[in-house]
Structure formats: structure tokens, C-alpha cells
């Protein structure tokens, strides 16, 4: 079964996804005042395209939703989601020009 969870140092840290205990993906995150930047999504390549980056992603958006983040998503996994869907995203979304 597959799970996430947020790990957060000072301002850096990871998303993590395990499957059977392994962790098998993540995202890079820092976190500074109410700005969550998303650097990276990584997911193995024998896990690739089950749909574990989306995964990361909803943990993402959880954790900016239940900590009243934004999120710049520098990420271009993470920035195409938010193009290809901005409704679902809108209210997380840090556009800076």
C-alpha cells in the first residue's frame, strides 16, 4: 500500500512516497512564512506512470491547504498540473509575475 508523508528540517524538506515500506518517491519543498516552493518530484522508474507523482502532488496541495500555504511550483511537473487544471489549484496557487 502506498503512503505519504511530509518531512520538513528548518525550511527544507521532502514529500516522501512509500510503497510496501520502501520509499519509492518524492518531492524537494522548502517552506519560508506562508510560501511553499516545490523544487523537484522524483518517482523510481520502475514505479513511473501508476500514477504515484499525482499522489505526491494531492500531498502537496493537502499540506499547503491545512497550513494556509502558497505554493510556487518551479517544478515543471508540478506547474503543468497546475496549468492543465487551475481551477482545482486556483486557492494554493503563488503566480508571481
Not at 500500500?1 to 510496501?20: A, H, P, W, Y
Amino acid at each position: 500500500m502506498e503512503t505519504t508523508k511530509v518531512v520538513l528540517g528548518n525550511v527544507r524538506g521532502e514529500i516522501q512516497l512509500f510503497s510496501d515500506d520502501k520509499k519509492i518517491g518524492k518531492m524537494d519543498i522548502s517552506v519560508m512564512g506562508n510560501k511553499l516552493t516545490v523544487y523537484h518530484t522524483e518517482v523510481d522508474d520502475e514505479y513511473a506512470g501508476n500514477g504515484f507523482a499525482k499522489l505526491l502532488l494531492n500531498q502537496l496541495v493537502a499540506y499547503a491547504r491545512e497550513n494556509g500555504l502558497k505554493i510556487a511550483p518551479l517544478c515543471p511537473y508540478v506547474h503543468a498540473q497546475f496549468k492543465r487544471h487551475p481551477e482545482e489549484y486556483n486557492d494554493v496557487w503563488l503566480k508571481e509575475d
